[in-house]
């Protein structure tokens, strides 16, 4: 990317008409409604217009965590918007990835680690601290907002989990429908 030509930008006119064609072709094929896991303010500002222009493709907004402190100061919560076009979780990112053998296990991966010669390589820890992640769980719970956080190894995933309990502890709320996305590595306890 850095050592080629610039990527072009699409006008305003151009992203419209792509996203148009693109759920079109959804509606086409039977799907009624999306997801979107990365969402920022842009995005649904292009969502509206669509919407607005009378697209009827369901669409359920997931806004990315560092928008968090913006949606909170507006009073705005998971199920804000309306049958086209809602707001839905806040996502997370809290740990690595499982295909890229970074996310974070109690056992070792099943690899020699090149530094030491030994199967002791166990990912790459979370950069949020335990603390950390239940506090801006606790907040985000607080509010209203349904958390969907990615994280794929069974020890982000007891992180995790501890601090969703934290969080319902702290402000018990019914029907809050947290979740982890990917939960690649679960053990029965975990389960």
Known sequence: RDGGPPMPEASRKEELEGY???FQEFMRKGITSIGDASVDPGKIRVYQELVEAGM??????MIREKYFSDLKK????????????????IKVRHGNSLSGRTCWLYEPYERINPRTGKKDYYGIPPARSQEKLTELFS?????????AVHSNGDREIDMVLNAIEKALQKTPREDHRHRIEHCSIVSARIL
């Open 56 to 61: 009827p493709l369901r669409i359920n907004m």
């Open 139 to 147: 907040d985000i719970h607080a509010v209203g907002f349904q958390i």
């Open 74 to 89: 507006l009073n705005i919560h998971t199920k804000f918007g309306n049958s086209r076009l809602k707001i839905g979780p």
């Open 20 to 22: 148009q064609r693109c």
